[in-house]
């Protein structure tokens, strides 16, 4: 394999912030296998990069709350490539809105299997990889900034999220020497229709940094993460300083029009 380019798996790999990580992965050479729940579009900013770059890749449809579909995205990708992958991005991940008063044991139990259940075990298989080749690999896990300092809108997204930054912590010292685990965890990235353009600038103000990050900055943080040989068990923000203050509620409630 040598002079063979990094593989890299990207969880939730074809739109959005997942999309943008693949593509900066892209840009840097890689191979990618690209995970999806079920369709295949992929961005049109990451299509365009992959011809451009003539990258080897493929798109792997898996339903992370599925044990067979989870347990068999590693050796699907293996089969594909001729290789496991080297590089892990946990990206996808479970967003639902509920609180105190609607939060179910079923929530509960859905966002653990997608956001924590599903990340661990395939980093679990990377380093198995890793070990049985005498090499490291290298994961990342996509968090949240509001692990820092929750609040209480989305309930069980939020305490899925916060139990996958402390499996990052965990997993970093269980797979050693095998596997780097490190986690990026974004502030408010990407704009949605449930946000006006006016509250996006107005929360943009109100960050420490008086901007909000770019899907590029995240994607830049993965970079780090997985160059950085000696680093272990982190977690990086990114997020214009979010993380740095206690925020009442979700940012969709807070400076709206």
């Given at each position: 394999?040598?002079?063979?380019?990094?593989?890299?798996?990207?969880?939730?790999?074809?739109?959005?912030?997942?999309?943008?990580?693949?593509?900066?992965?892209?840009?840097?050479?890689?191979?990618?296998?690209?995970?999806?729940?079920?369709?295949?579009?992929?961005?049109?900013?990451?299509?365009?990069?992959l011809k451009e770059e003539q990258i080897d890749w493929e798109t792997f449809v898996a339903d992370l709350s599925d044990e067979a579909a989870v347990a068999g995205l590693v050796p699907g990708v293996t089969r594909r490539f001729g290789r496991a992958p080297d590089i892990?991005?946990?990206?996808?991940?479970?967003?639902?809105?509920?609180?105190?008063?609607?939060a179910t044991m079923a929530r509960y139990v859905d966002h653990f299997r997608i956001n924590v259940a599903a990340p661990a075990v395939l980093a679990q298989a990377l380093a198995a990889?890793?070990?049985?080749?005498g090499r490291v690999a290298a994961i990342v896990n996509i968090l949240d900034q509001r692990i820092a300092r929750p609040h209480g809108d989305q309930l069980s997204y939020t305490a899925s999220k916060m139990a996958l930054a402390e499996a990052t912590r965990l997993l970093a010292v269980a797979l050693a020497p095998h596997?780097?685990?490190?986690?990026?965890?974004?502030?408010?990235?990407?704009?949605?229709?449930?946000?006006?353009?006016?509250?996006?600038?107005?929360?943009?103000e109100a960050m420490p940094l008086g901007r909000?990050?770019?899907p590029d900055d995240v994607a830049d943080a993965v970079l780090w993460a997985i160059d950085a040989r000696a680093a272990?068990?982190?977690?990086?923000?990114?997020?214009?300083?979010?993380?740095?203050?206690?925020?009442?509620?979700?940012?969709?409630?807070?400076?709206?029009?």
């Open positions: 394999m040598t002079g063979m380019p990094p593989l890299a798996l990207v969880t939730g790999g074809t739109r959005r912030l997942g999309a943008a990580i693949a593509r900066r992965l892209a840009e840097r050479g890689m191979a990618l296998a690209l995970h999806v729940h079920t369709a295949r579009h992929v961005d049109d900013p990451l299509l365009a990069t892990l991005v946990n990206c996808a991940s479970l967003f639902t809105d509920d609180d105190a008063e609607s990889a890793a070990r049985a080749e596997a780097r685990v490190n986690g990026v965890a974004p502030g408010l990235t990407i704009e949605t229709p449930a946000y006006s353009r006016g509250q996006m600038r107005r929360l943009a909000l990050p770019t272990s068990g982190q977690i990086v923000y990114v997020d214009g300083g979010a993380a740095l203050r206690s925020w009442p509620r979700d940012f969709v409630h807070l400076a709206r029009d």
